[in-house]
C-alpha cells in the first residue's frame, strides 16, 4: 500500500517512522527544502520537495498511485486545495485530513473525505475529561473525536448508586456499554442497578461528557 503525506512537522516525522516501520510504502510532499533534507536522513520514505496545492506537484510525486492521502500542513486551507485535488481530481480512494480550527470540519467533510482530525477537539475534550472528576480511570477518543468513550469508577457518594439506569437522566447521546463489578462483566440494560465500586463504561458525544459524568457521579 502506498500512503501519500503533503506537510511536516515533529509529529508528521513520528507518523513517518510509523508507517515505514509497518512497510508501508510511503511519499512525503513537503515545501520546506531543509525539512525535506532531515526528513530523508531519518526515514525510508520517498520525499519530494514540492507545493503539495499545486496538482502539477502532486501528479509528479505519484498521487494517482496513491492508495492513501493525508493533508497534514499547518493550514486548513493549504489541506482542503490538497484533499480536493486528491478526491476530485486524482480519485485517491482513501483521503484524510488535519483540521485546526474545529469550525472548519463540515466543510472538509462536504468533499466526502474518509476522514478528519481536529486536535484542537480531542485535546480540549481529553483535558476536560481528565479533569472533570477523579473517578475517571481511562478514555479513548474515537471516530476522529467526535465521540469517546469513557471508564469511570462509582463513588459511593454518588448520586446514581442504587438507582436503576432506566432512572438515571443520561442525555439522548450516551450509552452505557458495560459495567464491571467484582471482576465480572455486565452488559447492563435499563433496569440494572449500579452499585459503589462499579467500573462503568459509557459511550458520548464531546458536548456531552460533562452532563453524563454528571449524572453518574455527581458533581465535585
Wanted: hydrophobic letters at 40%; glycine letters at 8%; proline letters at 4%.
Amino acid at each position: 500500500m502506498t500512503i501519500m503525506i503533503v506537510g511536516g512537522g515533529q509529529e508528521v516525522r513520528y507518523i513517518i517512522r510509523s508507517l515505514c516501520a509497518r512497510g508501508y510504502d510511503v511519499v512525503v510532499v513537503n515545501r520546506n527544502a531543509e525539512e525535506c533534507q532531515r526528513l530523508s536522513k531519518l526515514s525510508k520514505a520517498l520525499i519530494v520537495h514540492g507545493d503539495g496545492t499545486i496538482p502539477r506537484v502532486l501528479e509528479e510525486s505519484g498521487v494517482r498511485s496513491a492508495d492513501r492521502l493525508l493533508a497534514l500542513t499547518p493550514r486548513d486551507e493549504d489541506n482542503y486545495v490538497i484533499c480536493s485535488i486528491a478526491k476530485l481530481r486524482y480519485g485517491v480512494a482513501a483521503v484524510f485530513a488535519l483540521v485546526h480550527d474545529p469550525d472548519n470540519e463540515e466543510v472538509f467533510q462536504e468533499l466526502g473525505l474518509e476522514g478528519t482530525f481536529s486536535i484542537t477537539v480531542t485535546i480540549s475534550s481529553l483535558i476536560e475529561q481528565r479533569s472533570a472528576s477523579r473517578t475517571i480511570r481511562s478514555l479513548q477518543p474515537l471516530a476522529d473525536g467526535k465521540v469517546g468513550v469513557t471508564e469511570v469508577v462509582i463513588p459511593g457518594t454518588a448520586p446514581s448508586v442504587g438507582r436503576a439506569l432506566k432512572d438515571i437522566r443520561f442525555p439522548a447521546s450516551t450509552l452505557v456499554a458495560a459495567i464491571l463489578r467484582d471482576g465480572e462483566v455486565i452488559v447492563p440494560n435499563g433496569e440494572t442497578v449500579l452499585a459503589a465500586g462499579d467500573a462503568l463504561s459509557f459511550v458520548s458525544l464531546p458536548e456531552r461528557y460533562a452532563q453524563s459524568l454528571d449524572a453518574l457521579v455527581g458533581r465535585e
